[in-house]
């Protein structure tokens, strides 16, 4: 079964930081890409981040989380983490990891790109 698993969602403050894990495992554990969306109550599912997990480390941002948010690999635990600082409440939302196989030097950022996803992990950060 192939499953991707978010971890460390929680409450922080305004500029806290929180870091969140996502596990592949099964056919996920193979992909190439993997990623972070997160979607707030009422909103669309928005795209964070997306980086390679074979190969170089070519990673992609979206702008409003560029500088704040960093996205790293352990290729041999099959994890991506999300170290996200600075937070500020527009950063509240559920976060997901999801995976993908992917053979263009463009890194995807849509939803319909990527195959699995996980369950999601809340982050809540007030002000």
């Known amino acids: 079964v192939s499953q991707m698993v978010e971890s460390g969602g929680g409450s922080v403050q305004t500029v806290g930081s929180l870091i969140l894990s996502c596990v592949a495992s099964g056919s996920a554990a193979g992909t190439h890409v993997m990623c972070w969306f997160r979607q707030a109550p009422g909103q669309e599912r928005e795209w964070v981040t997306t980086?390679?997990?074979?190969?170089?480390?070519?990673?992609r941002y979206a702008d409003s989380v560029r500088g704040r948010f960093t996205i790293s690999r352990d290729n041999a635990r099959k994890m991506v983490y999300l170290q996200m600082d600075s937070l500020k409440p527009e950063d509240s939302a559920k976060y997901y990891c999801a995976a993908t196989w992917w053979w263009s030097s463009y890194l995807p950022q849509g939803p319909d790109d990527f195959d699995y996803w996980g369950q999601g992990t809340q982050v809540t950060v007030s002000s």
């Open positions: 980086t390679k997990v074979t190969g170089d480390s070519n990673t």
